[in-house]
C-alpha cells in the first residue's frame, strides 16, 4: 500500500464525509427536537440511496478509465483530474460561503418538508443533501485514483477509513458531542484539498504534454532527483518524495508549464480561501444557524 496515496484519500474521505454527516445529523437532531424521530427511517433511505448512487456513479467512471487505450486514455484521465480539480474548488468555495447558515437553512427545509413533502419529502431532502458530496467525493476521488495508476486501491482503502471516521464524527455531532471545532476542521482540511487538487491540475497537464496538447513550457524546469526523488523504487528520500508526490503532485524533474500551474493554482486559490469571510460573502447567523462546534 501506498501511504501518501492511503492519505490523499483519507483526507478526501474524511472531508468529504463530515460534510455529508454534518447535513444529516443537523436534520436528524431537529427531528429529534421536535418529536420526529418516526421519520429517521425515511432520512436513512434518503441518505443511503445517495451513498449507493455515488459508489456506482465512480465505479463507472474509473471502470470507463482503465477501459481506454492510449492515446484517448490520457485525454479522458487528464480531464477527469481537470474535473476533479474544479469541482474540489468550487466545494471549498461553497462551503465556506454556507457553513455560517447552513443550519438554519437546514432545520426550514425540514419544516417544509415536514408540511409539504411528508415522508417522501424527508427522503428527498436527504438525498439532494448527500449526493452532492457523493458525487463530489466520487469525482476527486477518480482523479486521485487516475493518477494514483497501480495504486489506485491505496486512495479508496483511505477513502473508506476517512468516511468511517466521518461517520463516528457525525454520530458525535448528533448527539451533542463537540468532537472537533468545525470551523478549524474545515480550514485545515480545505488548505490540504488545495494542495492536492493543485498536483490533479499539474498531472493533467503533464498528460496534455505527453500527447501533444501543450507545446509550450515543455522542458524540463529541474532536476532533483539525486536529492529528493519521486520514485520509491530510488530508496531513502525515494519514498518521502513518492509521499509528496502522491498527496501533492510533486515530482522531481518538472516541466515549466506543469511548475506553473501548479504553483498558480497554489498562490491564487490559497489566498482566496484563506482570507477572512466578508459580510457580502455570507450573510451573519444567530446562534441557531451557527453549525455545531463551529
Known sequence: MDFGFFISGLLTGLREGVEAALIVSIVMAYLAKTGNQRYFGQIWLGAGAAVALSVVIGLVLFNTIGGL???????????????????????????????????????????????????????????????REGIETALFLMGQATAAGAEASSTLVGAIVGLALAAAIGYGLYVGARVLNLRTFFLWTGVALVFIAAGLLAHA???????????????????ISAILPHEAADGGLGVVGSILRAMFGYTSTPEWITLAVWLAYVVVVLYLYTRPVRRSDAPVASPEQTPAGA
Open 205 to 223: 497537464a503533464h498528460e496534455f504534454v505527453e500527447i501533444g496538447w501543450i507545446t509550450i513550457g515543455t522542458g524540463t524546469a529541474f532536476d
Open 69 to 131: 487505450e492510449e492515446p484517448a486514455e490520457q485525454i479522458f484521465e487528464g480531464i477527469a483530474m481537470l474535473v476533479a480539480a474544479g469541482v474540489v474548488t468550487w466545494m471549498l468555495f461553497w462551503m465556506r460561503r454556507t457553513a455560517m447558515n447552513i443550519k438554519g437553512e437546514l432545520h426550514a427545509s425540514v419544516d417544509r418538508a415536514l408540511i409539504n413533502g411528508g415522508i417522501l419529502g424527508l427522503s428527498v431532502l436527504a438525498f439532494m443533501a448527500v449526493i
